[in-house]
């Protein structure tokens, strides 16, 4: 247990549905980070949240949306999904705002969108 | 845009032997090189983070190099052992100096 908690674990929804994934950052940490990795595309930077706060942003599209709330947990909305959007999402945190501390990170989501 | 290259074909080496992985990259100048293990369809385990200032890092059997001029890092896994076979991945934090950007790993399988 990396101490990073996904749920859910498995997702399968139909194109044009939406759906929220949900991440509890490891105890301590203040940012979160979440994560597409395809087998194409390899892990993809989506967005990172510091104590409430939205940092960076990377490939992110916009039907996806993130949050992260008062108790640090984040959830990632994701919505009018596409087959495209199948994919494992991962979630995860570290202690700083920056890349000078390891990630830790959780399990994963697998979604299939079919 | 910053671009980070690793080997895409897997290395195969024999238990025992010297593994190493190479991880180039372009247009950007990192203060942090990290590396990541990953196994089928599990998360990402952070291994070990190297600074800009810094040429070389070790953990255990592990060995990370960082060469700024060829913007290049290797990262080394002595007597390895099949129980090391795994992907790899290399990171560099973005150019918005916050979250990492992945290079798409190698994969290392390491036989008995």
């Known amino acids: 247990d990396s101490g990073v908690t996904q749920t859910p674990k498995h997702l399968i929804t139909a194109t044009g549905q939406r759906v929220t994934l949900r991440c509890s950052p490891r105890s301590g940490d203040l940012s979160v980070y979440w994560y597409q990795q395809s087998l194409d595309q390899g892990l993809q930077f989506l967005i990172q949240?510091?104590?409430?706060?939205?940092?960076a942003k990377g490939n992110i599209l916009e039907r996806f949306s993130a949050q992260q709330f008062p108790d640090l947990h984040s959830e990632l909305n994701l919505s009018s999904l596409e087959l495209g959007d199948s994919a494992l999402y991962f979630c995860a945190s570290s202690v700083d705002v920056g890349a000078n501390y390891g990630y830790t990170f959780g399990s994963g989501t697998r979604l299939t969108v079919v | 845009s910053q671009k980070i290259e690793q080997n895409s074909e897997a290395l195969n080496i024999q238990e025992g032997k010297t593994a190493t992985l190479t991880c180039n990259y372009t247009n950007y100048s990192p203060a942090y090189l990290q590396w990541y293990r990953q196994d089928p369809g599990r998360g990402p385990v952070f291994l070990l983070l190297i600074r800009e200032n810094e040429k070389e890092k070790r953990k255990e059997r592990l060995k990370v190099t960082f060469d700024t001029t060829l913007k290049q890092s290797l990262f080394h896994i002595t007597a390895s052992q099949p129980a090391d076979s795994a992907t790899y991945l290399c990171?560099?934090?973005?150019?918005?100096?916050?979250?990492?950007?992945f290079g798409k790993g190698t994969s290392l399988l390491v036989t008995p």
């Open positions: 949240y510091y104590n409430g706060e939205e940092r």
């Open positions: 990171a560099l934090d973005g150019d918005s100096g916050y979250a990492l950007n």
